[in-house]
């Protein structure tokens, strides 16, 4: 990974299938606790591995994290990534990875808030969130692109710009969930952006 001017390398160390094993619970705990209230000796008594152990595994507790939320929100990628290769229409691709989008676990939108919060004072964190932004868009694109090519899809705006409101439109859905503020219904939401996506792209549904 290329790292922003100013960011301190962060060295990888070796543990095997047990070191796997705590970075999961490491996961966990960052979604229920947060980033700055995730210690080493909250890890330790959840996994049962010695700090000194995990001190080995990881370094500082800060390598623990900074790798944790890299773990998990690159996980979430991996799974839209399936979800947009699961059929070959490329709309019912798009309808796929918008349920997708809708449907993120609670926990997931967590640990990405954290992963946010902490990459904007965080250069690595920040340089990493750039890659995974990118990378979450590309199903979106891939699959819009197949349909242009296809003859199914006929944009009426740039493809790059049709991605943005669709990831900012799925984005917004994080504050009010993890913040257990209202929420919007659901059924609503979805068909409102389905709508607008058939339109823009010239679908006859």
Avoid at 156 to 165: E, L
Wanted: glycine share 8%; with cysteine; proline share 4%.
């Amino acid at each position: 990974m290329d790292v922003s001017a100013g960011a301190r390398p962060r060295r990888r160390r070796a543990g095997g299938e047990r070191r796997q094993a705590v970075l999961g619970n490491v996961v966990e705990i960052l979604a229920e606790r947060g980033y700055h209230n995730t210690r080493f000796q909250d890890v330790s008594h959840a996994s049962g591995v010695a700090i000194s152990t995990l001190q080995g595994y990881f370094g500082s507790r800060e390598d623990m994290l900074v790798e944790a939320l890299q773990a998990a929100t690159d996980g979430e990628v991996i799974e839209m990534l399936r979800v947009g290769e699961s059929t070959a229409d490329p709309w019912q691709r798009v309808v796929l990875l918008i349920d997708r989008g809708i449907d993120t676990p609670t926990p997931v939108w967590r640990m990405l808030m954290e992963f946010w919060a902490a990459a904007a004072h965080d250069d690595e964190l920040r340089a990493h969130s750039i890659g995974l932004q990118a990378r979450y868009r590309a199903p979106f694109e891939t699959t819009l692109r197949l349909g242009v090519d296809n003859g199914v899809f006929h944009p009426k705006h740039d493809i790059g710009s049709v991605i943005d409101v669709v990831v900012a439109a799925l984005d917004g859905l994080c504050f009010p969930r993890v913040l257990q503020q209202p929420y919007p219904e659901i059924d609503g939401f979805r068909a409102v952006l389905l709508d607008q996506l058939a339109t823009t792209l010239g679908v006859q549904q």
